[in-house]
């Protein structure tokens, strides 16, 4: 679902490496193919002692960190890294890649293992689950689908090019032998080169390009399948993070700082009378209170708060000179400025003699993750210092590195659980979403297992946020309304603070605060995000520039108001701005803005997705703003906007239908279009409902979310004072899948669809009733200011 | 000690009087349907049937709902069973079509809400047997305490769910 940050790039393939097979023994009952992996080049001896007993662990085969078990009975095991968060890709989309890859029925794949640091081999965030099209599960499956050929090969005395196979069974020169009569009585071990850092935010990445299934003989990847782990969640089954019950586990509840800098001056006493069975921890500037009940624990918690001594701290702008502090205050100089892909020419010279010129300034606010249950954690610190973090989290190895940072010791001390839990949408894929390093130290205090859930209130402001932002356009037209000159300067804090917070409050060690030297998507830097798909205009100048967070460097905790990726990350920052100056620059040319979008770019699938969102809409081509636009009057008036995007090879527009009435400020989106062509579309159903509540959020985005905050900290504290759409909010929608398996690949889906709506709906408000606002989020107050201009 | 009837069977808890029920029901009875969400009543993850009304459980004093029935997302398949009269053998292999309804029409995508959302259209097509979509929309946001709130954006697909769940009702299976 969501999110990595941008400057982080891919590895190219490798060469091509030859996996190796061997036979460790013959046994008389079972046997098993177990494909495990081993690293290929230079960081088997750059990595560190840790990282090295780490990677013992998962290196050994009759260890299960391996990726895919074929049973004699035909039955296949598959494990991943990757943590669900809701995608349900690991449960339907790879299983159906591993199928079609070894050609075996998709029920074939029997048992999905993840969520485990001891027991999954790859590590990686919850994020781009399906790799550009190439998952590592994909690259595992076809080495051992070549592997499976070469035994039958031996077996059947047949040329491996000779074999076919077809559900599960291997075929040539009128014999055939099955997958599960191939292991039978052995015990195979399949060995496939990786790289990487397993504790990095990046995990292991499968090497070399083993032979793959053409695209034209796929008949599993494109068929809708449900996700399985849907039932047991809707039956009562599944076991949430939020079940979790230790042997002799306590339940805690932490008091943070009254501020964001605020430190600690002096822990409350508990109250005996009243709690008896509850005791205070404190480290640092971290407070927590552990109780045998849940109810003690948190009318405890509730109590030692009220007698906790903070001092005062005053260091943020609070909300309404935040841009004003980001444009007069901040320091962007120190972060190098980055450049587009798709620069080119010389925008300056043009803009300076423009026909017609747009110049305009655009704002998003800050938006939290807000999960819909609040972060929790069970941790168990043993006496021999080993400890296992049962939780909900995206990046499970990450969480062990950051956890072995803290506690100064090395990750295979660290064993990390991970369970279903409320959607993070980027919050976590760093590796901590709040609560696991809290759990650790109190139940490091205490000698018992501890839980530590957080309340609403600590999650609305102690949790990261997707950063603010501001964008400067500039945009010339030429005499024949074309797009002569194109300039954007994006203006973005760091976008991610993996450091976790309860070990920052605590002063122990941890990763550092965004910098601009980084090795990791912490940097202050700011990449360009959005890919430029307008390629015909002449001149074009992106620019990217990074700053520390706000308050980061204020902050006696050093903390600030921290950031952190989320869905869609940094490019919806990059593509609101861009698609509202695309769209009001239609407007300033008197041309339809879907046209207009169609006459500036070359790329085939971008206007693909233009004309089928174009049609589902029933959109009528015209100019905007609308003839009759008004900005005043207590009767609704209605418009639409249209946005594009082309995100992890996919490309999305859409289109949204208001009414707005002038009088409130209010906004109701009536209609929503929306065209995905991700290439090949892995499941149907599945990227139907996922791009369903991407459009969702994006709503939610565009209309009503907004940190707020004051000089000390951020004063959101609930569902109230930070609301999210209701069923009654959301509109008609209409997702159109452009299945197009000449591309060859599947793109990601599940991000991007919460980022179209808000440059859609700001331009449909501009149909509407002739005026532009250019920010975020559309709420009423802020809209009626507009209209009154 | 307070006595209560959950899914058709009596439990004795020790919690004090003023426990939220959720904790209760999951601390003590075991019983994980219901979610902790917000602890304020703003969101419906927590909800509980209460005499067939849906009730937000994080709020809830335990003692307050001594002696009335509850049901929880464990219970459903059990109180549909027995409002259809079916046999013991029949009802263990059943879920209740709102569960049934959650699964074809792949309604979660997190999950973490969807249980007060199946608690809330049970409550609804207990009432309603074949909702409107205005009345849908009345049930998820103004029937009850709060609007029952998904992140997840998966408003459409529980639209969806309701209406198949309906339509399994009127077929009585």
């Not at chain 1, 030297?517 to 520039?545: F, R």
């Not at chain 2, 409107?132 to 954006?153: D, M, W, Y």
Request: charged residues 20%; contains cysteine; hydrophobic residues 40%.
């Amino acid at each position: 679902m969501a999110t990595m940050g941008g400057t982080i790039k891919r590895e190219k393939p490798g060469n091509v490496f030859v996996p190796t097979l061997s036979r460790r023994q013959f046994i008389k009952a079972g046997g098993i193919l177990v494909v495990g992996f081993s690293l290929a080049g230079p960081e088997l001896l750059k990595g560190d002692s840790a990282k090295a007993t780490t990677l013992k662990n998962t290196l050994d085969p009759t260890l299960p960190g391996s990726w895919i078990e074929i049973h004699p009975d035909n039955t296949i095991l598959i494990r991943t890294g990757k943590s669900d968060f809701g995608q349900g890709s690991t449960f339907t989309a790879y299983r159906q890649i591993v199928a079609e890859e070894l050609s075996v029925p998709f029920e074939a794949i029997t048992t999905v293992v993840s969520g485990d640091t001891d027991r999954t081999p790859d590590g990686s965030g919850a994020f781009d689950f399906l790799g550009h099209g190439t998952p590592n599960i994909r690259k595992a499956a076809a080495y051992t689908h070549q592997a499976l050929l070469d035994l039958a090969s031996g077996r059947l005395g047949v040329a491996k090019d000779k074999l076919s196979v077809k559900d599960g069974i291997v075929s040539g020169g009128g014999k055939s032998i099955s997958y599960g009569d191939l292991v039978k009585n052995q015990q195979l071990t399949l060995t496939i080169p990786v790289k990487g850092d397993l504790t990095s935010i990046m995990g292991l990445t499968v090497e070399g390009n083993p032979p793959m299934k053409p695209v034209s003989e796929y008949t599993i990847i494109g068929k809708s399948f449900k996700n399985s782990v849907i039932r047991s969640k809707v039956a009562a089954k599944e076991t949430w993070a939020t079940d979790v019950r230790l042997p002799g586990m306590l339940h805690a509840r932490v008091v943070h700082p009254k501020t964001l800098g605020s430190t600690l001056v002096s822990a409350g006493a508990v109250d005996k009378t009243k709690f008896p069975n509850s005791q205070v921890i404190v480290k640092g500037n971290l407070v927590g209170v552990v109780a045998p009940t849940e109810w003690e624990a948190i009318q405890a918690a509730e109590q030692v708060a009220g007698a906790t001594k903070w001092t005062e701290w005053k260091g943020l702008p609070g909300n309404a000179k935040l841009y004003q502090h980001l444009r007069e205050e901040a320091d962007w100089t120190t972060a190098p400025v980055t450049k587009g892909d798709g620069n080119k020419g010389d925008a300056g010279p043009v803009l300076a003699s423009a026909h017609k010129k747009l110049s305009a300034t655009y704002q998003l606010s800050y938006m939290k993750h807000a999960p819909i249950g609040p972060t929790m954690a069970v941790a168990d610190v043993k006496p021999d210092g080993t400890v296992h973090i049962h939780t909900h989290n995206q990046n499970l190895q990450a969480l062990r590195g950051e956890i072995a940072t803290m506690l100064r010791t090395t990750p295979d001390h660290v064993v990390v659980h991970s369970y279903p839990g409320p959607g993070h949408y980027g919050r976590s894929n760093g590796g901590n979403a709040g609560a696991e390093d809290e759990a650790v130290l109190l139940s490091q205090a205490v000698g018992k297992p501890v839980r530590v859930q957080w309340m609403r209130a600590d999650d609305m402001q102690w949790s990261t946020q997707a950063s603010v932002s501001y964008s400067d356009v500039q945009l010339a037209l030429d005499e024949k309304g074309k797009m002569a000159a194109y300039q954007i300067d994006h203006y973005m804090p760091a976008m991610q603070d993996d450091r976790p917070i309860g070990a920052v409050i605590a002063g122990l060690p941890t990763m550092p605060a965004p910098q601009v030297k980084s090795d990791s998507v912490t940097s202050t830097v700011n990449g360009i995000e959005d890919p430029w798909i307008y390629a015909p205009v002449p001149n074009v100048m992106e620019q990217g520039h990074g700053t520390f967070q706000v308050g980061q460097k204020a902050s006696p905790l050093a903390v600030g108001l921290r950031d952190h990726s989320m869905r869609t990350p940094g490019q919806f920052q990059q593509n609101y701005p861009r698609e509202l100056a695309i769209s009001e620059a239609a407007a300033l040319a008197g041309a339809d803005a879907i046209q207009f979008r169609i006459d500036h770019t070359s790329e085939e699938r971008a206007i693909g997705v233009l004309k089928a969102v174009r049609d589902a809409s029933g959109w009528d081509a015209r100019p905007s703003p609308r003839p009759d636009a008004v900005s005043t009057g207590s009767m609704p008036v209605r418009g639409r906007g249209v946005s594009l995007m082309l995100r992890s090879g996919t490309y999305w527009a859409c289109v949204c239908q208001i009414a707005v009435t002038p009088s409130t400020g209010a906004i109701a989106v009536e209609k929503y279009a929306i065209a995905v062509d991700p290439g090949i579309v892995v499941n149907p159903v599945q990227l139907k409902r996922n791009v369903e509540g991407g459009a969702v959020m994006g709503i939610s985005h565009a209309l009503f979310e907004e940190v707020m905050f004051d000089e000390s900290g951020i004063t959101t504290e609930d569902w109230i004072s930070y609301p999210i759409p209701t069923m009654a909010d959301i509109p008609e929608i209409k997702v159109v899948l452009l299945h197009n398996p000449k591309v060859g690949s599947y793109g990601g889906g599940s991000e991007a669809a919460n980022a179209l709506a808000a440059p859609a709906i700001a331009a449909a408000l501009h149909d509407a009733t002739g005026k532009i606002m250019r920010r975020l989020p559309m709420k009423p107050a802020y809209v009626q200011a507009v209209l009154k201009t | 000690m307070v006595t209560l009837n959950v899914n058709g069977v009596r439990r004795e808890v020790k919690a004090p009087d003023d426990t939220p029920l959720l904790y209760v029901l999951r601390n003590d009875l075991e019983l994980i349907g219901p979610q902790f969400g917000c602890g304020l009543a703003q969101c419906g993850a927590c909800a509980v049937l209460v005499d067939g009304k849906e009730t937000r459980s994080c709020v809830v004093p335990v003692a307050s709902v001594a002696n009335q029935e509850i049901t929880t997302l464990e219970g459903l398949p059990a109180r549909w069973a027995k409002q259809k009269g079916l046999s013991a053998d029949e009802a263990k292999s059943t879920l209740h079509p709102v569960q049934q309804a959650w699964i074809e029409e792949q309604t979660p995508q997190c999950g973490f809400c969807q249980n007060g959302m199946m608690i809330k259209a049970t409550e609804l097509l207990e009432s309603n047997a074949h909702p409107t979509l205005a009345q849908i929309k009345e049930a998820f946001t103004t029937s009850g305490v709060s609007p029952n709130l998904c992140r997840c954006g998966t408003y459409v697909a529980i639209i969806d769910a309701v209406q198949h769940a309906a339509t399994i009702m009127a077929k009585g299976r």
